[in-house]
């Protein structure tokens, strides 16, 4: 009998540090210039590749806008740093389509909503801690 309470008090005790490792992530992402093309989130837990190289990211997001507006919610990243990158892809070529002179023609967006001069924030910038409490962050293109 002591053996069976000892199983089932491990598993309940391993099942709960399981879960003290995870919290949820809560991202609203405004100004869409339309409702055409897909909102495209890139989540990065580290600065290589911030903020556009897909392949780096932690995780690949693409939502439709609905009346300029996107959302979404993530329950299973580790606890951890990380920064998001977004754009409103229009063209639907999975990149920020840029002018002649490299300045965007689509919107775009950080976590932290960081200014942006000459180039994208660095990741240090754009960067969030996820702890043990849950996250709701909010992202203005421009």
């Given at each position: 009998m002591n053996y069976l309470f000892l199983l089932v008090s491990l598993?309940?005790?391993l099942e709960t540090l399981g879960q003290s490792n995870q919290t949820?992530?809560?991202?609203?992402?405004?100004?869409?210039?339309?409702?055409?093309?897909s909102i495209r989130i890139l989540v990065f837990s580290k600065p290589s590749g911030f903020p556009?190289?897909?392949?780096?990211a932690v995780r690949s997001i693409s939502l439709p806008p609905k009346s300029g507006k996107a959302s979404f919610k993530l329950t299973d990243?580790?606890?951890?740093?990380?920064?998001?990158g977004v754009i409103h892809d229009l063209d639907n070529n999975g990149k920020l389509s840029t002018n002649a002179v490299g300045y965007p023609t689509e919107k775009f967006g950080f976590s932290k909503n960081p200014k942006v001069y000459f180039g994208?924030?660095?990741?240090?910038?754009a960067a969030f801690v996820l702890g043990k409490t849950a996250?709701?962050?909010?992202?203005?293109l421009r």
């Open positions: 598993f309940f005790a949820s992530l809560q991202v609203s992402i405004s100004g869409a210039s339309s409702d055409a093309g556009d190289q897909v392949k780096q990243l580790p606890v951890g740093t990380y920064a998001i994208p924030p660095s990741f240090e910038k996250v709701s962050l909010e992202i203005s």
